[in-house]
């Protein structure tokens, strides 16, 4: 027997980066604790972490290449694998064009250093348009306002949550997300201090969730009317004189046209549709602007919504007005070790470069929007995707309207997916390509550190050696892209290039490096965030476009909406949302036995009134219709849930046939989005918009 040894990684899982100390003997781990020495996260873990064990030492984990046959699943050879694909895809491009190959990107890509890195190299390899990703199901509107208002898509501003005195958080519930576009392990801890120094916390959801319920004030709004709240907290800051620019004043342009865009928006004139009194929303602005740092705080809830676009710009309004943009205890933007926005100034953004060929949506970040995938496969024509590569994402599940994307993906002439599962998505691949995941990897969050509350590096070394025939994600990225090339590899590995990163970065001439980083494993601690818009705004003019005129336009769209007039339709009369639990993450955890095992989470939950007038009873099995599909699943009567409201988990709906996630399987859960419907968007983002989806509720003829 060996020595009990001891190994410091940050979990890959969400986003809060946790560093954690992971115990193990002989290959064995025996325990994954919350790692106190963790500069950021100071030990904080939640339950998700303890399965990383679960994800390594699963039997359902794919670890060979498989083909699909007549026969049944095969193993094939890497070369054979790679072979196959390069020629498939070069043949399907020689004969109906570049662009007929798609590829999906999933959720894991975000978390994975190698990933980051490598992509590309594959997509420049690949030379296909036809790019879709999950942040067009999730953040897409973020980006949007940060590249028409701070000239950088990912210069996104981040909430100084352990400095602020009022924190507004509409549309998140980082106690069980951990925070999402907002880095913060321990959210929890860090929403108590705010309290405890004589601040207050005020949430905005169609739920009292786990974070309403220990906020000083929780408001009940009715789904998709966010753009008019916020835009009648504007309104106030302007009628009642509080707006404050402060150190920005000089270079925030658009602030007339602001005003006079927002004259109509009264808290009296939106106070019914939002379902929020106009005195409740006057107090809220001046409390907002009384605070002596202020920062408003919208997510999910505000941006996979009809007007994503709008609210995601009228958040950063408020924090802009009321003096809190780049602010210590405001909004602020982190200053990472490995840049992602560097030198992107007079670059154009690629917004709206291209239109997508069936529904003419925009193309940005050089990716069309997910909820017209199925749209692009499914549709005749020249252009029409034929084959398709999908890495680490599991859209059937995750996309709206997943049961046509199923669908389409059998309809294709040729599939690849890159995963760790043979689940909903990867079984309609005719190859797929398994890399290593979670303990297997070396870590650096790249993605993450640019959404930070603290500026922070680390890097972690795989905790267990891959077997020789397994590959990493960026490896499987690298040979895929010689074999479409028939070029030779030059050597570069992620590890070089996030050195080259780390010396040249803001941090360089300090010291900054992967050897600095590989001396320190529990990580290195760069401070809280300071004010430092000046040096990084990408604008070409140098100044904060706070009334970019594709917002002012999108105003019109919103106020033909209905949602003013609260206009309903009789047949689905219900608003149905989407809630995360502790312990899954999206759809890929739920094959560790510790995680799912108990009751069945994926319940719709509705409010007591509701349930009386649909005579349904709690347990009881329900029918969640809308003109796209329908579920069946437990009822959970819970008065939490603001009137005509329900809402129902994200991720579930391991329910479909010739799947192999075994665990899974035994706690299926049904999907939500077989209900979504993929024609709901944010016409001006794109963004899928899953909140406020209409559907009908009947009990169902189906006994549990
Ligand atoms: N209705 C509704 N739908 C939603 C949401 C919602 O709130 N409501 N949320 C949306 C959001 S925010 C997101 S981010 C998306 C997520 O959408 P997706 O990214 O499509 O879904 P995931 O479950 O994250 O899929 C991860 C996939 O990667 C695989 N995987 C895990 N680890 C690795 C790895 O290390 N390497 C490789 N190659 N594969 C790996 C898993 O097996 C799985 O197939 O879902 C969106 N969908
Ligand atoms: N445990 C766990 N953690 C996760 C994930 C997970 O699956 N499980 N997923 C990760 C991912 S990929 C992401 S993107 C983040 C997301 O992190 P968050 O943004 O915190 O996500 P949610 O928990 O979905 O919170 C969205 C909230 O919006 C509310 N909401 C719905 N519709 C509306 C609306 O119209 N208006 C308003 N104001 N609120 C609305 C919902 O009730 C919900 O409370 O979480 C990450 N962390
Ligand atoms: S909060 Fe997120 S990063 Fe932290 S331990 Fe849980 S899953 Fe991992
Ligand atoms: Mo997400």
Wanted: net charge negative; hydrophobic share 35%; glycine share 8%.
């Amino acid at each position: 027997m060996s020595d009990l040894k001891t190994h410091y990684r940050t979990c890959n899982i969400c986003e809060a980066m946790c560093g954690l100390e992971i115990k193990h003997q002989d290959g064995n781990i025996l325990s994954i604790k919350g790692d106190k020495e963790d500069p950021f996260s100071q030990g904080h873990i939640c339950p998700k972490a303890v399965a990383l064990q679960d994800f390594y030492n699963d039997k359902d984990r794919l670890k060979t290449p498989l083909k699909r046959t007549t026969d049944g699943w095969q193993e094939l050879s890497w070369e054979q694998a790679y072979d196959e694909i390069a020629t498939r895809f070069r043949g399907l491009q020689a004969e109906h064009g570049q662009d007929t190959v798609g590829v999906y990107l999933g959720n894991p890509n975000a978390h994975n250093f190698g990933n980051a890195i490598m992509l590309p190299r594959f997509f420049k390899a690949l030379g296909s348009n036809n790019r879709y990703s999950s942040a067009s199901a999730d953040q897409l509107p973020h980006h949007v306002a940060s590249n028409y208002m701070l000239g950088a898509g990912m210069l996104i501003p981040i909430p100084d949550i352990d400095h602020t005195d009022f924190m507004l958080i509409i549309g998140a519930n980082p106690i069980v997300s951990n925070g999402s576009l907002m880095t913060a392990p321990g959210v929890g801890k860090r929403l108590k201090a705010i309290q405890d120094r004589g601040g207050n916390v005020v949430v905005v959801d169609p739920r009292r969730t786990e974070t309403a319920k220990k906020a000083d004030q929780h408001l009940f709004i009715r789904p998709e009317t966010d753009a008019l709240f916020m835009l009648a907290l504007v309104h106030t800051l302007f009628e009642e004189q509080r707006v404050d620019l402060g150190h920005l004043e000089s270079i925030i342009d658009g602030l007339d046209q602001l005003a006079e865009a927002v004259k109509p928006y009264s808290p009296e004139a939106v106070a019914d549709a939002c379902g929020i009194d106009a005195t409740t929303i006057r107090n809220l602005a001046r409390d907002m602007a009384a605070a002596k740092s202020a920062v408003c705080y919208s997510r999910m809830g505000a941006s996979t919504q009809s007007f994503g676009g709008l609210c995601q710009w009228l958040n950063n309004v408020l924090n802009l007005l009321t003096g809190n943009f780049d602010r210590r205890g405001g909004a602020m933007f982190p200053q990472p070790a490995f840049d992602l926005v560097r030198d992107k100034k007079g670059k154009p953004s690629s917004y709206g470069r291209y239109q997508s060929r069936v529904r003419k949506l925009p193309y940005f970040n050089s990716e069309f929007p997910v909820a017209t995938l199925a749209d692009e496969i499914l549709t005749p024509g020249e252009g029409q995707i034929r084959g398709m590569i999908t890495i680490a994402g599991n859209p059937v599940l995750s996309s709206p309207g997943g049961a046509r994307l199923e669908q389409a993906f059998d309809s294709l002439d040729f599939m690849v997916s890159v995963d760790i599962y043979l689940n909903e998505t990867t079984r309609h691949a005719d190859i797929i390509l398994p890399a290593t995941t979670g303990l297997e990897v070396p870590h650096f969050d790249v993605f993450f550190n640019s959404f930070a509350v603290r500026n922070t590096a680390k890097f972690s070394e795989p905790l267990f050696e891959k077997t020789p025939e397994q590959k990493h994600d960026w490896e499987i990225l690298r040979d895929l892209a010689l074999h479409l090339t028939g070029r030779e590899d030059d050597g570069v590995t992620p590890e070089m290039m996030l050195d080259g990163g780390l010396k040249h970065g803001a941090y360089g001439e300090q010291g900054m490096s992967l050897a600095t980083l590989k001396a320190n494993p529990h990580g290195v601690d760069l401070g809280p965030l300071q004010p430092c818009l000046q040096q990084r705004l990408q604008t070409e003019d140098g100044l904060i476009h706070i009334a970019p005129q594709l917002y002012l336009d999108d105003l019109t769209r919103l106020n033909a909406s209905g949602l003013l007039e609260q206009a309903r339709n009789p047949d689905y009369p219900y608003a149905m949302i989407s809630r995360r639990l502790t312990r899954s993450h999206n759809t890929w955890t739920q094959n560790s036995h510790r995680l799912v095992k108990g009751k069945n989470p994926c319940t719709v939950q509705m409010n007591s009134a509701d349930a009386a007038r649909l005579s349904l009873e709690d347990g009881q099995l329900a029918r969640v219709a809308s003109p796209t599909g329908s579920i069946q699943l437990p009822v959970e009567i819970n008065d939490d849930m603001f009137e005509g409201v329900v809402s129902i988990p994200q991720g579930w709906g391991h329910n479909r046939t010739d799947t192999g996630m075994t665990v899974a399987e035994s706690q299926p859960g049904v999907s939500i989005n077989d209900v979504t419907d993929a024609q709901r968007i944010d016409a001006l983002t794109g963004n899928a918009a899953f909140n406020g989806t209409q559907v009908a509720i009947q009990a169902s003829c189906f006994l549990p």
